[in-house]
């Protein structure tokens, strides 16, 4: 007997099991199943050959022949062969909305429940009955998710196509009798509205649509119609995807999937509206925020008239819709925001175990937990700065030299680190696996870092450089030598990210920002002078000095590092509201979401006295509709001082707050020496507390906080 295929069978059966529970795993939207007897027969998907075969109703709609082929090809992926179509298959897929008389007799012989989906638009059903996998689904993109969520099953990641990423190789593939799975989405509307479409192409159209049909999303939402030439109408027809545009979403309906239905939608999730903070640029602990936030709904009312605040909406939006300009940037927040519009309780365990989860579905578990650290990193560090707004519009924001041993240097130091870190990473990997590694871990944190070292660098010789002096300056011509050597290697990352995959990629990787433009330098150099030069600029390794050396002391900590904490008041028929740890959110890296009423105590010592500065740092306000975020203050009992936190994004303050990832707000106390305390209270709801620092050097200008670790 073979006992290490048995045992490769049960571990995969069990994996595509546990993929659909787990509340951290980006398959659980699932909203019913059952319990898996390990000693149950199971049915297997392959024969003897190791191939994959199915059988489906006669008449089927065009995405669903779609979803077909992607399966075939995603079985030849892992098996070595194609699924194909056969009568007697283990698996019969039937699209319930198009059965005939006689096949929906079939269907109900088998037992399958029906009555649990068939009135509910992009349901599915799998499980075993009758020795055979049943796979129903309600309507044609039920039907359509539902194959697809046998591909993941079999281990297959929902970015196969958008990533170089090849599943583990199987011969063969089952299902346990006792597992079953339904599929009912919490959102109607699912999906994305392509900020910026200039980046689209012809070529790219189909392939979008074939990313939303593995995320189980429905709907491309236009702004004001200037994406008419994005959607490409036989792709959309043909994926079944619904257009929404002013509220109202088309959709064909029917039996025979003619007509055209037109409806209105109530309430939208716009998931990051703003064209400063598309889905990819915002931290994925901030999508966790907005998506779970009630607050976070707009209604067709307050699109027009932005008056007030819509409260009676149902427990379920209508739809959900991410701002995205690169899909190929954003693929856990799009993940996270798809598994919650199906499954409510798909974070339930946390960010990062869900980021865990994650990384363990792209790259195994082994891996995955060598590169999760990779990425909380990464996201750490580009809370501090989005490559993006790396290069600021305007001067006023600035990485600072001259303070706490290099702060301009030392945010660049702890890149060195992480760039290292993923190299030896990089290393450990099999070869089928580092083109994906690449894709999803190295370009980012690699690019960020260039990004970062391109544009501070060519800060601090701007700074270095007095007017007209630059050709003779040399530790200004250092920094710039610094700064050109980044832009090079970024356009050698870029180059080499192009020539992927015989350059499937140059339609994603060629629409370059304004990050990957040449750095601006008070003068010009030559390559020779670049590789001269570099040698004599600020070494990192060797010129950094520790972060505890001030001329004044200045005490700073992160939000989540208090003493104690009070929960908010008791309201009337409900329970005290608590604080929330928000992770891979802020500088911090961990912020603290506080309920109106909440708040956060610190006690510290300090041999320092006089007058000080008090800085606080909260995560910027998304919330269009809310007037007022305002903190309380009080500093060893005294008067609190109260602090508006919420800007207007349209302002210069509210641009800087979403560039820098943080609203500041400082004012001046004097202290004695001795112990203190510092009492932080939300006075308004969706207060999300960062950082905060006390500074005896008043006037000193820095940028990052310098929180001791």
């Not at 398959?27 to 191939?51: C, E, F, L, M």
């Not at 065009?62 to 062969?81: W, Y």
């Not at 007017?467 to 870029?494: C, H, I, M, R, W």
């Not at 800087?656 to 004012?667: A, E, N, P, T």
């Amino acid at each position: 007997m073979n006992y290490k295929k048995i045992i490769i069978c049960i571990a995969l059966g069990l994996a595509g099991f546990t993929s659909n529970l787990s509340a951290a795993e980006p398959a659980a939207a699932i909203r019913s199943h059952k319990a898996v007897d390990a000693s149950a027969p199971n049915v297997y998907w392959t024969d003897a050959n190791g191939q994959v075969s199915y059988n489906i109703n006669a008449k089927t709609a065009p995405v669903v022949k779609i979803a077909l082929n992607l399966f075939e090809n995603d079985m030849k992926a892992v098996t070595g062969n194609a699924a194909r179509q056969k009568a007697a298959a283990p698996i019969q897929i039937f699209q319930l909305d198009q059965l005939s008389n006689k096949e929906f007799s079939g269907l109900e012989k088998l037992g399958a429940p029906v009555q649990k989906i068939i009135t509910t638009k992009d349901a599915y059903f799998i499980g075993v009955r009758k020795n055979k996998l049943i796979v129903v689904g309600s309507n044609a993109r039920g039907t359509a998710y539902a194959i697809l969520e046998l591909s993941k099953m079999a281990g297959v990641s929902p970015w196969k196509d958008w990533y170089d990423l090849k599943p583990q190789p199987r011969k063969s593939l089952f299902t346990p009798v006792d597992q079953q799975w339904t599929g009912i989405p919490r959102i109607e509307f699912r999906g994305l509205t392509l900020n910026g479409s200039k980046w689209m192409k012809p070529e790219n159209y189909s392939r979008i649509a074939r990313l939303m049909l593995r995320l189980k999303c429905n709907t491309l939402w236009q702004v004001d119609g200037k994406h008419d030439a994005t959607y490409n109408k036989a792709v959309v027809d043909s994926f079944d995807i619904c257009i929404a545009d002013n509220y109202k979403v088309t959709e064909w309906t029917g039996k025979k999937h003619k007509k055209k239905h037109r409806k209105t939608i109530e309430n939208v999730k716009m998931v990051c509206d703003n064209a400063e903070m598309p889905i990819e640029n915002v931290a994925p602990g901030l999508v966790l925020d907005m998506l779970n936030n009630r607050d976070y709904l707009e209604t067709k009312s307050e699109r027009h008239e932005k008056s007030h605040r819509h409260e009676a909406h149902n427990d379920e939006d209508c739809a959900w819709i991410a701002n995205v300009t690169n899909p190929k940037k954003a693929p856990l927040q799009l993940a996270m925001m798809s598994d919650l519009a199906w499954n409510k309780h798909a974070l339930k365990a946390g960010i990062r175990n869900y980021l865990q989860s994650w990384l363990n579905q792209l790259f195994g578990s082994i891996a995955g937990k060598k590169i999760q650290p990779l990425m909380e990193e990464y996201y750490r560090l580009t809370s501090i700065r989005q490559p993006a707004y790396m290069a600021m519009p305007y001067g006023d924001t600035k990485f600072h030299s001259g303070e706490f041993g290099n702060e301009l240097e030392r945010f660049l130091y702890n890149y060195d680190l992480l760039k290292t870190k993923t190299v030896n990473i990089e290393k450990t990997l099999p070869a089928n696996q580092r083109d994906g590694f690449f894709e999803i871990v190295k370009y980012p944190i690699f690019s960020a870092a260039l990004i970062a070292e391109k544009e501070l660098e060519a800060q601090e010789a701007r700074d270095i450089a007095r007017p007209g002096l630059f050709p003779n300056d040399d530790e200004a011509k250092a920094s710039a030598a610094v700064s050109l050597s980044a832009y090079n290697t970024l356009k050698q990352l870029n180059a080499y990210y192009m020539k992927l995959g015989k350059g499937k990629w140059s339609n994603f990787i060629s629409i370059n920002g304004a990050e990957m433009q040449a750095p601006q330098l008070p003068g010009t150099l030559t390559a020779n002078e670049i590789k001269q030069l570099k040698g004599e600029a600020f070494d990192r390794d060797q010129d950094l000095q520790p972060l505890v050396n001030f001329t004044k002391p200045i005490i700073a900590k992160n939000a989540y590092d208090y003493t104690s904490y009070t929960k908010a008041p008791v309201l009337k028929g409900q329970t005290a509201q608590d604080i929330e740890l928000k992770p891979l959110l802020g500088h911090s890296n961990k912020a603290v979401k506080l309920p109106k009423g909440a708040s956060l105590r610190y006690r510290f010592a300090s041999s320092q006295l006089g007058d000080a500065r008090f800085t606080l740092a909260v995560i910027p306000g998304y919330l269009s509709n809310a007037k007022d975020m305002r903190v309380s203050v009080s500093i060893d009992n005294a008067e609190p001082v109260v602090c508006q936190m919420k800007e207007d994004n349209s302002s210069k303050d509210g641009k800087f707050g979403i560039w820098r990832g943080q609203v500041l707000k400082s004012f001046y106390v004097t202290l004695l020496d001795g112990y203190h305390t510092i009492d932080i209270k939300a006075l308004d709801d969706n207060v999300i507390i960062d950082q905060w620092a006390l500074d005896f050097d008043v006037d000193r200008e820095y940028y990052v906080f310098p929180v001791l670790k």
